[in-house]
């Protein structure tokens, strides 16, 4: 079994920052990427930033040059760091990772945490 928890999701006012933790737990062999997504209501959940285990990133357009994406991987944990916030920012934010839990050639599986609201006001 495997939990992320999220956490340092809120209010802010456009121009500010915001920093959003992810920690994942449980039965963990290695945590190949790990990542944030977020959601407007009735549409599909898009790519904000992700990290693979050697280092590797990747951004949304949207959000290049504004957010980053540092790792922890003594604590298996991901962090999306929010500077120059939009109003457009505004919207659930949730964690992702693709994790094996045992070694050798086993499957990846994927794993979602339970969300956290980010709004910024103008």
């Known amino acids: 079994q495997v939990q992320l928890v999220e956490s340092g999701g809120g209010l802010v006012q456009a121009g500010g920052s915001l920093r959003l933790s992810c920690a994942a737990s449980g039965s963990i062999f290695s945590i190949e990427r790990m990542g944030w997504y977020r959601q407007a209501p009735g549409m599909q959940r898009e790519l904000v930033a992700a990290i693979t285990s050697g280092g590797t990133t990747n951004y949304a357009d949207s959000v290049k040059g504004r957010f980053t994406i540092p790792r922890d991987n003594a604590k298996n944990t991901v962090y999306l760091q929010m500077n120059s916030l939009k109003p457009e920012d505004t919207l659930v934010y949730y964690c992702?990772?693709?994790?094996?839990?045992?070694?050798?050639?086993?499957?990846?599986?994927?794993?979602w945490g339970q969300g956290t609201q980010v709004t910024v006001s103008s």
């Open positions: 992702n990772a693709l994790i094996k839990t045992k070694g050798g050639p086993g499957p990846v599986y994927e794993y």
